[in-house]
C-alpha cells in the first residue's frame, strides 16, 4: 500500500511503523524514523534549543545522499518543522517535500559522518551544501548549533559503521520504508 504524504492515514500509518521499530531498543541507526524520532523528542525538550530559537522559524530539512555501499538506495529528507522554539515535528518526507523546505542542508552520507558535531561550521567549510536564506540561519546561528549538538547527542550507529549484514538488514528496511511512506499525490498520479 502506498499512501499519500501529507494526509491523516500517512500521519496514522507512520507512527504505527514508528511505534513497531522502536519496539527494538537503541541504539539506532542515524536517519532511520526511529533516530528521527529520538531526535525530535530531544529538540522538543531541550530548553537551551527553545531559548536560542525564540526568534527563528522555518522548516530545516537534512539531506543525506545516497549511499548504496552502506545500505542507502535513495535520497533521504528529514524536515523539522520549526516554530520560534517549538519543534512541531519532524518527519523523513517525500523528496519533492524536502526540497521545498526553507533551509536544506544537503551532503553526502560520509559528510553528515564527519559534520556530525557541528553542521553549521560544516556549511560553511563547504563540507555540506546549504540552500536558503543564509542571513537568516545565520541570525539563529546558537538555534542551529544546539539542534547539531542534539543530533550528535541522541547517539546512535552511523550507516558507515555497519557490517555486510546490518547493511542489508538496513537497505531491506529502508527500501520497504521508502516504498510506502516517501510518496506525494502528485508522484503517485505521475506513476499511474
Known amino acids: 500500500m502506498i499512501l499519500n ?26 536517519f532511520t524514523p526511529e533516530w528521527v524520532a529520538l531526535y525530535e523528542k530531544a529538540v522538543q525538550d531541550d530548553a537551551e534549543y527553545k531559548e536560542a530559537a525564540k526568534q527563528w522559524e522555518g522548516t530545516v530539512v537534512l539531506h543525506i545522499e545516497p549511499n548504496p555501499d552502506h545500505g542507502l538506495d535513495f535520497d533521504i529528507y528529514i524536515m523539522m518543522d520549526l516554530w520560534h522554539g517549538d ?3 519532524m518527519r523523513i518526507v517525500p523528496p519533492e517535500v524536502g526540497e521545498a523546505g526553507d533551509f536544506i542542508i544537503s551532503g553526502a552520507l560520509e559528510r553528515w559522518a564527519m559534520s556530525r558535531k557541528d553542521s553549521s561550521k560544516a556549511v560553511m567549510q563547504g563540507k ?9 540561519i ?40 521508502a516504498e510506502k511512506f516517501l510518496y506525494t499525490e502528485q508522484a503517485i498520479a505521475a506513476a499511474q
Open 128 to 136: 555540506l551544501r546549504f540552500k536558503g536564506d543564509i542571513g537568516k
Open 5 to 30: 504524504y501529507g494526509t491523516a492515514e500517512w500521519e496514522s500509518e507512520y507512527q504505527a511503523e514508528l511505534a513497531r521499530r522502536m519496539e527494538k531498543p537503541p541504539p539506532y541507526i542515524h
Open 138 to 177: 545565520t541570525r539563529a546561528a546558537k538555534a542551529a548549533k544546539r539542534l547539531s549538538e542534539l543530533s550528535s547527542a541522541v547517539g546512535g550507529k552511523y550507516p558507515l559503521t555497519l557490517n555486510p549484514e546490518e547493511i542489508e538488514q538496513y537497505r531491506a528496511v529502508n527500501n520497504a520504508f
Open 87 to 89: 519543534c512541531r515535528s
